[in-house]
């Protein structure tokens, strides 16, 4: 079955460090890929997706990820975090599945917390 | 615009009570989603409905069944709820199924249900 992994089920960081998400899917086919961001008490909210071209995509907020097919990963990157990024993120894939349409695959959620 | 409303915020419920969840956009997106979030399992896919008057089971249907008699609302509801559905439900909706790989959803707020 097809599947979302993120690998950090909470991260902690101090005020401008760097941060690093990882995603992995398990899918071979044609996919997309997203990151939302859920602040606390709030919705989530699209902060980048992939469909095409080129792999290191550039979200809202200073975020971007990077598809890397070989390795099945969408991680997401951002330079300097800062307080205001306390919140969860989630990895999405839709992978197109035979006869059936797309389907929104979530990974598990990792909270992020940072430190002011 | 609004974008995606739930109602109710917060509900508690006894087991076996019943009870419907409220989903409304004003995006005219053609398409509705029902997710729920429980820790450590990301959202998973309840019901969805890819136009008015159709719907179809997500990863999750069992214990629950819904509606889109108005293009705009799609409701969720809880015949005779369980423990197990306590949960926090998003609604979301997109222009276009989830087979359109190009496609973003548009979440609502959320409903935080606990049954007891």
């Known amino acids: 079955a097809q599947s979302v992994s993120q690998h950090n089920h909470h991260v902690i960081l101090s005020e401008a460090a760097s941060l690093e998400l990882g995603c992995n899917y398990s899918y071979g086919g044609t996919v997309n890929l997203f990151w939302y961001v859920q602040y606390p008490g709030q919705h989530l909210q699209l902060l980048l997706k992939?469909?095409?071209?080129?792999?290191l995509v550039k979200g809202i907020k200073g975020f971007e990820a990077e598809f890397i097919k070989s390795k099945f990963s969408f991680n997401l990157r951002k330079p300097s975090v800062q307080w205001s990024d306390t919140a969860e993120y989630f990895c999405?894939?839709?992978?197109?599945?035979?006869?059936?349409?797309?389907?929104?695959?979530f990974g598990q959620g990792t909270e992020l917390s940072v430190k002011p | 615009n609004a974008g995606v409303t739930q109602t109710p915020k917060f509900r508690v419920l006894k087991t076996g009570q019943s009870m419907t969840l409220l989903c409304a956009q004003d995006m005219n997106h053609e398409y509705m989603y029902w997710y729920r979030q429980d820790p450590g399992m990301g959202l998973r896919l309840i019901h969805y409905s890819v136009g008015e008057g159709t719907t179809a089971k997500g990863e999750v249907p069992d214990g629950y069944n819904v509606s889109r008699l108005k293009k705009q609302n799609f409701l969720l509801g809880l015949e005779s709820a369980a423990p197990s559905q306590t949960s926090v439900y998003f609604c979301a909706s997109s222009y276009s199924p989830m087979r359109d790989l190009t496609d973003t959803q548009y979440f609502g707020p959320g409903t935080r249900l606990t049954v007891l």
């Open positions: 992939y469909f095409s071209g080129d792999p």
């Open positions: 999405a894939v839709n992978a197109r599945i035979y006869n059936q349409g797309g389907k929104l695959i």
